[in-house]
């Protein structure tokens, strides 16, 4: 098996067409169709399943594109890991003050991204040391410019981002509706409307670019439910778990509530696209800043 057919393999499953995909890989479309015929005689299995008029994954192909896409991630971020790598390595110690949203430290994804991506570079770098600090959006936003912090990991929208800073993407969410009762007859948005019209949304108090994003969220979907203020998660937690009222949270921390009596309704549009980010000054080298995000992607990417 070869890198390249790993690539051929993910172009013709990202587009579903032998003709486009050869034509964005510059080979024919012959020869795009045998290297693929080839890959699947070596794996003993079919990936794709074709017909005249379409070309559909089979479920194997699905759990091989998942897994040939991490591959090819690794592949393309290994040249810059080794050349950060040898950039820095010449230091004796190396300190990073890395910022973490307080919404985002009870994330799995911080946790299996960041904290791992750390311990991984300090078997590589012993001297490497991290140090957390907690705070809001916008203190970590203004550390970094004054430069007190190297580097900040936050949850929004890529528009939040300062001008002056770098980001990276690491894990792309949804905000998704949680509440706990007896599941709502409907689902989706006609769900999302009839849960509210029964319970009022808790939102944190202060909290204002959550806030905004999820009255976007359901201004858009046409609701408008009686929205009441809490003073942190851990209190929003606990009014939704009780069954006082419901919250506006990331799919991804909905894992940690146990309860099977607790439900969660997605709207499955743009305005509930949240994106898990780390975001470090333009100017200047910032290759450990680098090297974590990198690492930290990856990890999301294996995990989830």
């Not at 032998?18 to 080979?27: C, D, P, V, Y």
């Not at 005689?41 to 759990?63: F, H, I, N």
């Not at 300190?95 to 991204?113: A, C, K, T, Y």
């Amino acid at each position: 098996m070869e890198i390249r057919q790993l690539k051929y393999f993910a172009a013709v499953a990202d587009t579903l067409n032998f003709s486009r995909a050869a034509e964005t890989l510059f080979i024919s479309q012959s020869a795009l169709s045998k290297q693929i015929a080839d890959l699947e005689r070596e794996l003993g299995m079919v990936l794709l399943q074709r017909d005249k008029r379409s070309v559909r994954l089979t479920p194997a192909g699905k759990v091989f594109l998942n897994e040939a896409k991490v591959i090819l991630m690794r592949m393309d971020t290994i040249p810059i890991l080794l050349k950060n790598t040898k950039d820095i390595e010449k230091k004796e110690e190396h300190n990073v003050f890395i910022g973490v949203e307080n919404r985002v430290g009870d994330s799995p994804i911080f946790h299996l991204g960041v904290a791992e991506a750390v311990h991984q570079l300090r078997q590589e770098m012993p001297t490497l040391r991290a140090i957390f600090k907690m705070g809001e959006y916008l203190d970590i936003n203004r550390d970094i410019s004054e430069e007190t912090l190297n580097m900040g990991v936050f949850m929004g929208t890529k528009e939040d981002v300062n001008e002056s800073l770098k980001y990276r993407v690491l894990y792309e969410d949804e905000m998704v509706v949680v509440y706990r009762g007896e599941p709502v007859e409907t689902i989706g948005i006609e769900g999302i409307k009839q849960i509210l019209s029964e319970k009022p949304l808790y939102i944190i108090d202060k909290e204002f670019r959550g806030m905004s994003q999820v009255v976007r969220m359901l201004g858009a979907i046409g609701c408008a439910p009686s929205i009441r203020f809490c003073e942190s998660t851990l209190d929003m937690s606990f009014i939704m778990e009780s069954g006082e009222g419901c919250v506006v949270i990331p799919s991804s921390m909905v894992g940690k509530y146990k309860n099977p009596k607790i439900h969660t309704l997605a709207t499955h549009r743009p305005e509930a696209k949240l994106y898990f980010m780390a975001m470090w000054k333009k100017e200047g080298e910032h290759r450990i800043e680098e090297m974590i995000a990198l690492r930290a992607g990856l990890n999301i990417e294996t995990f989830k």
